[in-house]
């Protein structure tokens, strides 16, 4: 197989399950470039491969060592400066971008943004998901070894906007996770993806009054499970007592697992109730208005 007709089968693959007749245009066009395209394959399944059956995500997976050109589909050397391990090459990756840039534009494909997967940079947000789901066009570099040498964002960073993303403080093999990891987040951001548009608005995290909050416990049937019931208030009916007790449980469960977010939200997100339910949970306002542990919980 030639590597033009290796390119070609590699972005070409499509869901089982896609009807032609059921499909509609795309709200995002997806690109990846990584030397295990396999590592990718989940983007064929589940809500991910639904969107892209129904053609309202257009995914496509590029094996980089397709723009090699020796014997051994070379795509990494040794650091200049010395040190451990190995530093993904230039030529693969200015080719391979070149390529799909070129090949997307003429598809109609507009506006692309460089998702670069990276420890070292800025921290993968709710609020950065829905930025990307924004965006008609992502092209996503997840490297191996020790990263991709830096002239290429450098390179890249003059014709569109780059954005290093670090899905967490800890180090993988590679960068295929993040994509599998920020894909998914975005992806169910897309108009119609989800089954119930509202199905996002109370996600942990989610713009508007989840914000900054974690999402509260879940409940479903049976309403007795081992002895366990569930919350009298979610069986009452009472959309507005609901909706106050799931706002109490997500602050609830903010304040004992990601205290950070609550000290520093706006302390305007708060109404009247939500203060009543952080001093409650032994919270209070400092003098700058941002709200903190009581001087009686911080420890000496």
């Known amino acids: 197989m030639t590597a033009a007709t290796s390119r070609t089968a590699a972005t070409s693959r499509e869901p089982a399950d896609a009807d032609a007749s059921s499909r509609v245009a795309p709200s995002l066009r997806l690109d990846a470039l990584t030397i295990f395209p396999e590592y990718l394959d989940p983007l064929h399944v589940s809500l991910v491969g639904k969107a892209r059956a129904r053609g309202q995500l257009d ?6 060592r397709d723009w090699t050109y020796d014997r051994h589909n070379t795509v990494d050397d040794t650091p200049y400066g010395g040190g451990p391990g190995m530093v993904m090459k230039t030529e693969p990756w200015g080719d391979a971008l070149d390529e799909v840039l070129a090949d997307g534009y003429e598809a109609g494909a507009r506006e692309p943004v460089l998702v670069v997967p990276t420890p070292s940079g800025r921290p ?4 950065l998901a829905v930025e990307l789901s924004a965006r008609p066009w992502l092209i996503f570099t ?7 040498d830096r002239r290429v964002m450098e390179e890249y960073a003059t014709r569109l906007p780059v954005y290093e993303v670090s899905i967490g403080d800890y180090v993988l093999a590679g960068g295929e996770a993040a994509v599998l ?11 119609g993806v989800l089954g119930n548009a509202e199905s996002h608005r109370d996600d942990s995290f989610a713009p508007g009054a989840m914000a900054d909050l974690l999402e509260g416990p879940v409940y479903t049937k049976p309403p007795s499970w ?3 019931g569930i919350p009298d208030v979610l069986l009452s009916g009472h959309h507005g007592r609901i909706a106050r007790w799931r706002r109490d449980e997500a602050l609830a469960r903010t304040v004992a697992h990601r205290p950070d977010l609550i000290a520093r ?14 001093s409650i949970l032994g919270w209070r306002q400092g003098p700058d208005g941002r709200f903190g542990p009581a001087p009686s919980d911080v420890e000496e």
């Open 59 to 64: 995914v496509h997976v590029h094996d980089l």
């Open 124 to 127: 993968f947000t709710q609020r």
């Open 142 to 148: 997840p490297a191996r070894y020790e990263g991709i």
């Open 181 to 191: 990891v920020i894909t998914e987040a975005v992806a169910r951001l897309l108009p």
């Open 226 to 228: 081992r002895g366990r």
């Open 265 to 278: 939200c706006d302390p305007a997100a708060f109404d009247k109730k939500d203060r009543e339910t952080l």
